[in-house]
């Protein structure tokens, strides 16, 4: 900003000085022309219409370069930036699109069936042998009676009786008494044989032994089948 104020007073300066030279000139000249003598005013006398009035003299006045009026040069104007075109994009033409090549779809193995196992049979029970008919339980009562006042042995009756339970597998249980008199005599008595079903557990009885003794002696219920044995029960007489 500052140079461009300097060079605008030089300027100014500049033209004063010209104006001021001419104004010199102008005056020396007017001296030079002016008349010596009226001869030489008449002859050069001009008509009044023809009479020109002189231009007023002009006064150059010298004024300090501080209160010199300062013009200012019209500002040329600088060439109008021309304005570059716009370069046209030029439009890049898109890549096609590479196929994105479709996967073969992998086969899907099928899968080896496991072989069934072939199924365990289930081992077979061994038959629960079936429980052997048996007898559980068995028992005897002898009696005598008397057949008068005396205890003579032929006057009493002997009589024994029994019963037995099995184990419900079912049979045919047989049995006998056996009498053994005190001289050593044995003597078969009744005997018989009774059939139990199965899951029978009842008590049974057999049948009873009655005789009339010839000594004192005892009476026993034997079983053969299945074997069993009670314990045999006395009696006692006089011979």
């Not at 050069?44 to 020109?52: E, K």
């Not at 496991?114 to 002898?142: D, M, N, Q, Y």
């Not at 205890?151 to 037995?164: E, K």
């Amino acid at each position: 900003m500052g140079a461009h104020s300097s060079g605008g007073r030089a300027l100014a300066g500049f033209f004063g000085l010209t104006v001021l030279v001419v104004l010199l000139f102008g005056l020396v000249a007017l001296v030079a022309l002016r008349p010596t003598d009226g001869l030489a005013v008449e002859a050069l006398a001009v008509p009044p219409a023809l009479a020109v009035t002189p231009p007023k003299p002009v006064v150059a006045v010298v004024l300090p370069p501080s209160v010199r009026p300062v013009t200012i040069p019209a500002a040329t104007p600088g060439p109008a930036p021309t304005s570059q075109p716009t370069p046209t994009p030029v439009s890049t033409p898109s890549p096609s699109p590479t196929p994105i090549p479709t996967p073969s779809p992998t086969p899907v193995p099928t899968p080896t069936p496991s072989p069934t196992p072939a199924p365990t049979p289930a081992p077979t029970p061994s038959p629960t042998p079936a429980a052997k008919f048996a007898i559980t339980w068995a028992g005897e009562l002898v009696t005598r009676s008397k057949n008068g006042q005396g205890v003579r042995c032929s006057q009493i009756t002997v009589t024994a009786v029994g019963g037995f339970t099995t184990n419900g597998a079912g049979g045919t249980v047989s049995y006998q008494w056996v009498r053994v008199d005190s001289q050593g005599n044995r003597t078969n008595g009744a005997s018989g044989t009774v059939y139990v079903a199965a899951g029978d557990k009842n008590v049974h009885g057999v049948t009873s032994d009655v005789f009339s003794p010839v000594h004192s002696g005892s009476d026993q219920l034997v079983f053969s089948s299945p074997a069993y044995s009670v314990p045999a029960q006395s009696w006692t007489c006089s011979g």
